[in-house]
């Protein structure tokens, strides 16, 4: 599975970009969409920036950073991964480093686990990971990925807590959702839950996981299809959703090829998202990264995508807090619309 998450990151991403725009070109069957009318009724609220951070905890931390790279705990693992941002020096010294029981190497093998060392004891591929009591894998996966993105525990945070304060029924969308702890911590909190993701291998992890985690009588569908046109289907189909959360990557591509590109179907998707509500939402969760855009972007958008419906877009980063220093690592962007 290709996604993007750590792009921004890699030396050659503009060349990258500049390439990925041409091939999109050439292969875009369908013409670029038309813009879009601009909605009348007040803007919503509004709160930025908003820093929603996430601190070092029992289950995952992020020990260390500097030198272009991140040493973090993820449960019985230290693993130390390349990271653009990290900037400044390590505070923790060499021999702490030398301790981690998995780095990624960036080697030439492409697929499969080749790109992980493992200095000590080699590992498999998945270990036993936890999230507030909630248990899934975490996995060595090609593109340096582990399975997990710690930052988006300040939105599963957030969202549960809607969930049990609606006291009712709830509907929850989870588009690009990866691995699915989302999908879990929703189903947890009593929501019945619909994620979708392009990458096969990413819905078989995601569905290992809800076995893990021990909710398979929870009611979650896994669907394997592009998050656009499933969108689309779910507005024609009149199928609502009180939540919905996008955490789409810079560029993707469905599963038959459909491209996704973040600065042309980000309005329009957001635009479906408003669509595909219930009469009474709860909240829409945007999360971007790897794209040369602040937070102001997105927040423009999402204020104009849902004028007249009251509540309130609050804008910001996602951030890590390193325990060595106390250093905040920003990992990505995000922009929420929360009903009044
Ligand atoms: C970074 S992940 C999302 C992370 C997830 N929200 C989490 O916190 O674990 C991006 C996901 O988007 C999926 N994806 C990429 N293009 C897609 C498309 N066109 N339709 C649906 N999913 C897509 C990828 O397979 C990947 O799993």
Known sequence: MK?????RREPRADARANARQEKRQQDRAAPARP?????????????LPLILEVGPGADYALLDSGDGRKLEQYGPYRIDRPEGQAIWRPALSEREWRQAD???????????????????TPLGETWPMKHD?????????SFRHVGVFPEQASHWDHMEGLIRAAKRP??????????????????????????VDASKKAIG?????????????KPIRWICDDAMKFAEREARRDSRYDIVLLDPPAYGRGPKGEVWQLFDDLPAMAALTREILTPKPLCVVLTAYSIRAS????????RDTFAGMGGRVESGELVIRERSAGRRLSTSLFSRWVAA
């Open 295 to 302: 937070f102001f972007a997105t927040h423009a958008l999402m």
């Open 35 to 47: 813009p879009l009318p601009r909605r009348p009724g007040a803007l919503p609220e509004e709160t």
């Open 205 to 217: 992890w995601a569905r290992e996981n809800q076995e893990v985690a021990r909710l398979t009588d």
């Open 102 to 120: 998995a780095v990624f190497t960036g080697d030439t093998d492409e697929e499969g686990m080749g790109r992980w060392r493992f200095p000590e």
């Open 170 to 195: 709830v509907r929850v969308l989870n588009l690009f959702g990866y691995t699915g702890l989302a999908s879990l911590v929703a189903a947890r909190a009593g929501a019945q839950v619909t994620h």
């Open 3 to 7: 996604d993007q998450r750590d792009r």
């Open 133 to 141: 009591g909630l248990d899934y894998l975490g996995r060595f996966t």
